[in-house]
């Protein structure tokens, strides 16, 4: 099995069926102990996919994860993103995307409040960003350029040429090869608490 992490950040999976990739030689100074220790991953691949670009030839992974990251461009850029992944993946493989879902923010907004973060989020707001609520903190980040919901998610999938969407973070109880993928990117999805999962296999 195959499997690629766009958008890595710091998730970066260590096992040999993994490639992580990402542009963080942007963030990690050369010499820091980070980079240091990004420079000795053997399975890293620096990369700016804000251009549109994903660096591996067509139909090279079973299975590719994009956890958190779409959120960070605009619409355009991101199903330019996610038609990139439907180039790379084998017919077959499975997209499994994650991003902050407006619709849970929508559903607590009358607890969220920095008393409740940990309970309703998962983890508390950061006060140095000026934010009071999780919504600010969450949803309306800084480097945030777009707002995700179950049917905008949907609609970038289809944009991007895949058809049968669904809502999914649980791949267990099947043994099908897409499932086998899920089963194995699930365990690094993070932010579950407030994430909207969506997944799709390559027709």
């Known amino acids: 099995m195959k499997l690629l992490n766009l958008c890595a950040g710091a998730t970066r999976p260590q096992g040999e069926e993994w490639i ?3 542009n963080l030689h ?3 100074l050369p010499g820091t102990p980070e980079r240091i220790n990004l420079d000795a ?7 700016d996919v804000s251009i549109g670009l994903v660096p591996f030839y067509d139909n090279s992974f079973d299975g590719l994860i994009c956890s958190h990251a779409l959120e960070h461009f605009d619409c355009q850029v991101g199903v330019q993103i996610m038609r990139e992944c439907h180039r790379v993946l084998k ?4 997209l499994l995307v994650s991003v902050p879902d407006a619709s849970y923010f929508r559903m607590v907004q009358g607890e969220d409040n920095p008393s409740n973060a940990e309970r309703l989020f998962g983890e508390p707001i950061h006060m140095p960003d000026g934010e009071s609520t999780f919504f600010g903190y969450g949803l309306w980040n800084r480097y945030h350029k777009a707002i995700l919901t179950e049917d ?3 609609a970038y999938f289809m944009r991007a040429g895949f058809k049968d969407v669904h809502k999914k973070r649980d791949f267990s109880g099947c043994d099908c090869f897409a499932c086998l993928a899920g089963l194995e990117m699930a365990k690094y999805l993070n932010r ?5 999962v969506m997944c799709s296999v390559k027709g």
């Open 41 to 47: 991953e053997k399975n890293y691949v620096n990369c």
């Open 91 to 94: 017919p077959g493989g499975l």
């Open 192 to 196: 579950l608490p407030f994430s909207l």
């Open 26 to 28: 942007e963030v990690l």
């Open 152 to 154: 905008s998610l949907w």
């Open 20 to 22: 992580n990739c990402d």
